[in-house]
């Protein structure tokens, strides 16, 4: 089954919504990084490569 895209989008803005502030914060943060190395990567693996890169996990 395919999700709604748009449908996705809005419950994700609906729970983040009722997050506390800080974990709404960290949430914000974590995804404006996840953008970032979406733009500096050409392709769907440099984005996993940059991923693991900057992982705190690595």
Excluded: G, W
């Amino acid at each position: 089954m395919k999700c709604n895209e748009h449908l996705l989008k809005m419950l994700v803005r609906d729970i983040v919504a009722k997050l506390p502030e800080k974990e709404k914060a960290l949430y914000q943060f974590i995804d404006e990084l996840e953008v970032r190395l979406i733009e500096a990567a050409a392709t769907p693996d440099q984005y996993l490569n940059l991923l693991k890169k900057y992982s705190s996990l690595s």
